[in-house]
């Protein structure tokens, strides 16, 4: 049993209305020098909670400023503004560059047309006026010819992490892996080993074997075994290493139980080679510690580092 595929910004916002009545969508639509996102880069924001970022600073907090006054007050079938800033002399930031951020208001009147749109590859956004949101079908991602839209996916794909184990360095660790963006898969033997609440985005997998779910994920995906049970997270690394592939394999534990686990897989099958692909300890010797939540953060930077790398190297 899992939960539902990591959504994009469209159901999101849906959901967001359901509870809060209306959100602004902010989104860099152009950026000349430096700044501290991309084009391209969002955040949700409601009167009172955010989702994602870009960029923060001044000129986040002006953004959502605008959106704030924009939910209080909305005009027009279809409100958004266009915030032109240079980050310098407007905003106090050091990058120095120059930004548009598009501001577009979604509430109750909106959601049959963002339901309409939640199954798009990407969205074209108008940049003014009172047209709605279309299909941007297989346009590239940007702005548009005409330059009177942006052409945003509903969403971005991350890259699959599995994490074995739902206990307390799991718990801390889940939204930092969604923070990354990435596709967590968040795997135990029981539902009720996981929180009630879990971070917009992950899927809980229950699973009674979960050697089964790292069977079948994908060759690209970052498996992190950190289960109650030492001969589970055994099974599970057995699985992974002679499987079919992967992109990144982290084992929680300590020197010692890498050499058992080293020595027992080895005398299982799994060659050198393969072997030395296992991560253990996973995360940063730097961040030391047993505290669920330093453990968790040192993971999350690892990860972070594999990440950047696999990103360099495609």
Not at 226 to 245: Q, V
Request: proline share 6%.
């Amino acid at each position: 049993m899992a939960d539902q595929a990591r959504p994009g910004w469209i159901e999101i916002v849906r959901d967001r209305i359901a509870s809060d009545g209306a959100v602004v969508r902010a989104s860099l639509v152009g950026v000349k020098g430096s700044a501290p996102r991309e084009a391209g880069a969002m955040m949700l924001i409601t009167e009172h909670d955010i989702w994602q970022t870009i960029g923060g600073g001044s000129l986040e907090f002006e953004v959502m400023r605008r959106a704030r006054a924009m939910l209080a007050v909305s005009d027009g079938p279809w409100p958004r503004q266009v915030m032109r800033a240079a980050l310098g002399p407007d905003m106090g930031q050091c990058c120095g560059g120059q930004v548009r951020v598009l501001l577009e208001y979604f509430g109750p009147e909106q959601e049959e047309t963002l339901a309409a749109l939640a199954g798009c590859r990407a969205v074209i956004h108008p940049l003014d006026g009172d047209q709605p949101p279309s299909d941007a079908g297989d346009a590239e991602i940007g702005m548009d010819r005409a330059s009177k839209g942006f052409v945003a996916p509903v969403a971005v794909p991350g890259r699959p992490v599995f994490v074995y184990g739902a206990g307390h360095i799991g718990r801390a660790l889940a939204p930092h892996l969604v923070a990354l963006q990435l596709d967590l898969h968040w795997v135990d033997v029981a539902m009720e080993r996981f929180p009630d609440e879990v971070p917009q985005g992950a899927r809980r997998v229950v699973a009674a074997d979960p050697t089964v779910i790292a069977a079948h994920a994908p060759a690209d995906s970052l498996h992190l075994v950190i289960t109650h049970n030492h001969d589970l997270d055994e099974a599970i690394c057995h699985r992974i290493l002679s499987g079919g592939g992967f992109a990144r394999l982290g084992l929680i534990g300590s020197a010692t139980k890498a050499a058992r686990f080293r020595s027992r897989l080895g005398k299982a099958g799994i060659d050198p080679s393969t072997l030395d692909r296992l991560v253990c300890p996973v995360g940063l010797a730097s961040i030391t510690g047993k505290h669920p939540a330093r453990v968790a953060l040192s993971i999350a930077a690892g990860v972070a580092i594999w990440q950047q790398e696999l990103d360099e190297t495609g």
